[in-house]
């Protein structure tokens, strides 16, 4: 079972990413590194395609496809041969998700997106800068991928949203969530302490509220921020 998505199973045909994001490296970059007897590429983290695997889908009712990766640096036509996948099980949904959603209007083009994808992004925050305690005060601190803002913009119809780990954020990210995704979100605070400039717990606690007025809420690892217990805590400027 994936341990992102309670019930969900993962199938990788695609595996690897670029953006090298921090609270990835303990996670996936970590399992990664488990296959070097393998596969070097997985091994590196680096952006490659299992075809192997396209013949080996999960049974289960519902499959996060290229979940150890993000398809935003896959090649067009190892997608349109994962899609070819996709089609022959409609008795299965996959989830897709990325960082980069133009990546789903160039898959609609080329390709067309089956009736059984739902479509996701990850959007830890709609900020680039933070004023927290911790150390990371720039999300580019924290990651490549595109800046929030750009991921917002995206054309392509966007099932579901992942608000993990969760950054702080300001009073628009439902509104900016509301014009996305009607579906569900997950939220969820890291799981490895990175130390992230989380919000603190009772703001979380009013936005799954504010959230659940328009969409399904489903909770992941939901928690004070690392900081908030912390004797010696820098001070946060109202």
């Given at each position: 079972?994936?341990?992102?998505?309670?019930?969900?199973?993962?199938?990788?045909?695609?595996?690897?990413?670029?953006?090298?994001?921090?609270?990835?490296?303990?996670?996936?970059?970590?399992?990664?590194?488990?296959?070097?007897?393998?596969?070097?590429?997985?091994?590196?983290?680096?952006?490659?395609?299992?075809?192997?695997?396209?013949?080996?889908?999960?049974?289960?009712?519902?499959?996060?496809?290229?979940?150890?990766?993000?398809?935003?640096?896959?090649?067009?036509?190892?997608?349109?041969?994962?899609?070819?996948?996709?089609?022959?099980?409609?008795?299965?949904?996959?989830?897709?998700?990325?960082?980069?959603?133009?990546?789903?209007?160039?898959?609609?083009?080329?390709?067309?997106?089956?009736?059984?994808?739902?479509?996701?992004?990850?959007?830890?925050?709609?900020?680039?800068?933070?004023?927290?305690?911790?150390?990371?005060?720039?999300?580019?601190?924290?990651?490549?991928?595109?800046?929030?803002?750009?991921?917002?913009?995206?054309?392509?119809?966007?099932?579901?949203?992942?608000?993990?780990?969760?950054?702080?954020?300001?009073?628009?990210?439902?509104?900016?969530?509301?014009?996305?995704?009607?579906?569900?979100?997950?939220?969820?605070?890291?799981?490895?302490?990175?130390?992230?400039?989380?919000?603190?717990?009772?703001k979380t606690l009013k936005l799954i509220e504010e959230l659940e007025k328009f969409t399904e809420v489903?909770l992941k690892t939901i928690r004070k921020a690392w900081w908030e217990d912390s004797p010696n805590k820098?001070?946060?400027?109202?």
């Amino acid at each position: 079972m994936n341990r992102m998505y309670e019930g969900v199973k993962t199938w990788n045909p695609y595996v690897g990413c670029k953006f090298d994001c921090v609270y990835c490296k303990p996670s996936f970059q970590r399992q990664a590194k488990r296959r070097k007897k393998w596969c070097e590429l997985c091994y590196r983290y680096e952006p490659h395609f299992h075809p192997e695997r396209l013949k080996k889908v999960p049974n289960a009712k519902t499959i996060f496809a290229c979940a150890y990766g993000d398809i935003a640096h896959a090649r067009l036509e190892w997608l349109g041969k994962i899609v070819e996948v996709i089609e022959r099980h409609e008795d299965k949904t996959f989830y897709l998700q990325t960082k980069r959603p133009v990546v789903f209007e160039g898959l609609a083009e080329y390709y067309g997106i089956p009736d059984n994808v739902k479509l996701g992004i990850t959007l830890e925050t709609n900020l680039s800068e933070f004023n927290t305690p911790s150390e990371y005060k720039h999300y580019c601190e924290i990651s490549k991928a595109p800046e929030p803002e750009m991921r917002i913009s995206t054309k392509a119809k966007i099932d579901f949203i992942t608000v993990e780990p969760i950054l702080d954020f300001d009073d628009w990210l439902p509104t900016y969530i509301r014009s996305l995704s009607q579906e569900f979100v997950y939220i969820g605070y890291d799981n490895h302490n990175c130390k992230l400039p989380e919000p603190p717990l009772e703001k979380t606690l009013k936005l799954i509220e504010e959230l659940e007025k328009f969409t399904e809420v489903r909770l992941k690892t939901i928690r004070k921020a690392w900081w908030e217990d912390s004797p010696n805590k820098l001070r946060v400027r109202p």
